[in-house]
């Protein structure tokens, strides 16, 4: 017995798939797959926790129990998986575009829904994600496509160090603030604008004071009419009437 390590106040701060924590789960861990091909998957859940298997656009079949196969009625077909820990199930995964084994070719994510399992000492996105990809979808390097974004921040130390805000390259509006000026780092090809950075007063923070000073101006004019429509109703309607009659003695009577 180990007298000064207690395993009962350990909690994980790492989780890995073969061995490794994403991105780098993208070099061994990846899983490819051919229209209507099958591929069969053997998992074992070595965590200390439970495992929850999400396969992205794919219904896999679980086939085996612990290695054993207990017949076609004790086959389940779903999305996701759980496992108690040092449980194994085989699964069958089918790249038929049916609308219910595959919903279609391209590039999928597969995790742990165990949501603390897909971060690296406490950061996201790490852990035990990876891809199905399936043909044609790889670069010339064998790394997946990805639409929109660079996976390079991922293969940087600064990001692991947390040092790197990773969704600066999604938030086009600038709904967070801007981006860590000394991060020093290319933003993603597709998903960034080009925003006009400067230090201290940026022009995007002018604008948006200015906008907002204007509303509240055009807001206070809205109310000031509508209040005084309501104290002054009277005046206004017998103005209304008077202008009416006017108006109707002016038309031509009917008979003359
Ligand atoms: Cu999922």
Redesign the pocket.
């Known amino acids: 017995m180990n007298m000064e390590y207690d395993i009962t106040d350990a909690t994980d701060d790492y989780f890995m798939l073969n061995g490794r924590s994403f991105p780098y789960t993208l070099r061994e861990s990846l899983i490819h797959m051919g229209k209507d091909e099958k591929v069969k998957l053997r998992v074992l859940n070595g965590h200390t926790e439970s495992f929850a298997l999400?396969i992205?656009g794919h219904k896999p079949t679980i086939t085996h129990y612990d290695g054993v196969d207990n017949g076609p009625s004790s086959y389940i077909t779903r999305d996701?998986h759980g496992m108690v820990p040092a449980q194994r199930i085989d699964l069958e995964l089918s790249g038929v575009d049916d609308g219910l084994h595959s919903f279609g070719q391209g590039i999928w994510?597969?995790?742990d829904?165990v949501e603390k399992s897909f971060t690296t000492n406490g950061l996201g996105e790490g852990g035990d994600i990876s891809l199905v990809v399936y043909k044609g979808f790889l670069d010339d390097k064998g790394i997946p496509l990805a639409h929109g974004m660079s996976l390079a921040p991922y293969f940087s130390k600064t990001l692991w160090k947390g040092k790197y805000p990773i969704w600066q390259d999604y938030d086009a509006w600038q709904s967070l603030g801007l981006p860590d000026l000394k991060a020093g780092y290319e933003p993603a090809k597709v998903a960034v604008q080009k925003a006009p950075v400067q230090l201290g007063a940026s022009s995007a923070t002018v604008t948006q004071q200015d906008s907002v000073a204007t509303k509240l101006f055009y807001g206070f004019l809205l109310g000031l009419i509508s209040y005084l429509a309501i104290v002054k109703r009277n005046l206004i309607l017998a103005i209304a009437r008077q202008l009416l009659d006017k108006t109707m003695a002016l038309l031509p009577k009917k008979g003359s």
Do not use: T
């Open positions: 999400h992205h996701v994510m597969f995790h829904h």
